[in-house]
T-cell receptor
C-alpha cells in the first residue's frame, strides 16, 4: 500500500465550479501535510500547508481529518488557470508525495 | 535567476552507460533533495542532504545510484549501468531545514535510456 494515495482524475469542471480532492495517508503518526501544484511539464510548487485547524488562502481551503487519515483541498470559483495536477503529501525528513490529481477547468 | 538549476535539461543514453546530473540549489538553502518522477506519477524520493551530509536514502534506490554534495553546495547524481527503467525526470529541490515542507524544485533532467 502506498503511503499517500490520490484519485488520479482527471476532474473536468466548468469555470466557476467548486471542486474538492481528497488524499489518504497511511502513517497515523504523520504530523504535517501539504498540497503542491504542478503544471504540465513544469516543476511542482508549494500551494499550501495543511494544519490541524485547516488552512485557507483565497479560493483554496485545505482540511485535515486525522480520524479518517485524509486531507482535502477545496477550490471555489474555479478558473481556467487552476488547470494543473495537484499533489498532496506528508512531511517528515523528506516530503512524500501522492500520485497527483489532475484538474481540468473548462470554459 | 537565483532558483534551483539543473544540468543537463535532457539526456539520452544507451543502456549500460553511466550518466551524471548536476544540481545547484538556492545558495542559502542547507537541504538538498533528489526525486524521480515518471509520467502520471508523483515525485518519488531518492535521497537528501543536509549541508554535505547525506542523511537519508530511499530503500528502493538501487546501488547503481549514488549522490554527492561534497562542499554542501551543488550536488551530483550518478547512475551507473543505466537501464531502460531508469528513464524518468530527475528533480532536484532545496529548502531551509527549518522550513522543510517548502521545497523549491529545479526544472529537472529528463533521462531517456534507449
Amino acid at each position: 500500500r502506498k503511503e499517500v494515495e490520490q484519485d488520479p482524475g482527471p476532474f473536468n469542471v466548468p469555470e466557476g465550479a467548486t471542486v474538492a480532492f481528497n488524499c489518504t495517508y497511511s502513517n497515523s503518526a504523520s504530523q504535517s501535510f501539504f498540497w503542491y501544484r504542478q503544471d504540465c511539464r513544469k516543476e511542482p510548487k508549494l500551494l499550501m500547508s495543511v494544519y490541524s485547524s485547516g488552512n485557507e488562502d483565497g479560493r483554496f481551503t485545505a482540511q485535515l481529518n486525522r480520524a479518517s487519515q485524509y486531507i482535502s483541498l477545496l477550490i471555489r470559483d474555479s478558473k481556467l488557470s487552476d488547470s494543473a495536477t495537484y499533489l498532496c503529501g506528508e512531511t517528515g525528513n523528506m516530503l512524500t508525495f501522492g500520485g497527483g490529481t489532475r484538474l481540468m477547468v473548462k470554459p | 535567476d537565483t532558483g534551483v538549476s539543473q544540468d543537463p535539461r535532457h539526456k539520452i543514453t544507451k543502456r549500460g552507460q553511466n550518466v551524471t546530473f548536476r544540481c545547484d540549489p538556492i545558495s542559502e538553502h542547507n537541504r538538498l533533495y533528489w526525486y524521480r518522477q515518471t509520467l502520471g506519477q508523483g515525485p518519488e524520493f531518492l535521497t537528501y542532504f543536509q549541508n554535505e551530509a547525506q542523511l537519508e536514502k530511499s530503500r528502493l534506490l538501487s546501488d547503481r545510484f549514488s549522490a554527492e554534495r561534497p562542499k554542501g553546495s551543488f550536488s551530483t547524481l550518478e547512475i551507473q549501468r543505466t537501464e531502460q527503467g531508469d528513464s524518468a525526470m530527475y528533480l532536484c529541490a532545496s529548502s531551509l531545514s527549518q522550513d522543510n515542507e517548502k521545497l523549491f524544485f529545479g526544472s529537472g533532467t529528463q533521462l531517456s535510456v534507449l
